[in-house]
């Protein structure tokens, strides 16, 4: 079964930097193209990022564009997200899901919880 499993989310400082990590198994990784979506609290789901199985092609939202660089690294199931500059408004639960081959997710980690504050 298919399996997304983020890490590396913490507390940071305005300003500070933090990378994700998120883990595949159970499909072929290197066959789809893959998200990062966040929920800030009280907040809807909002799309991140997200990289195509080549790894060259890469789609940023507005508000993070010039601050996060999403990466893959097929041989080892992972897609990484470097955040830099990071400001109180990029605290929410992110999550990294799979492309269902139509440009949107089917499957989707658990999350990991990025909190900026001093």
């Known amino acids: 079964q298919v399996q997304l499993v983020e890490s590396g989310g913490g507390l940071v400082q305005p300003g500070g930097s933090l990378t994700l990590s998120c883990t595949a198994s159970?499909?072929?990784?290197?066959?789809?193209?893959m998200f990062w979506v966040r929920q800030a609290p009280g907040k809807g789901l909002e799309w991140v990022s997200h990289v195509a199985v080549d790894a060259l092609n890469k789609y940023y939202s507005d508000t993070v564009k010039g601050r996060f660089t999403i990466s893959r690294d097929n041989a080892k199931n992972t897609v990484y997200l470097q955040m830099s500059s990071l400001e109180s408004e990029d605290t929410a639960v992110y999550y990294c899901a799979k492309d269902s081959g139509d440009w949107s997710p089917d499957y989707w980690g658990q999350g990991t919880l990025v909190t900026v504050s001093p």
């Open positions: 159970g499909f072929s990784f290197d066959r789809y193209a």
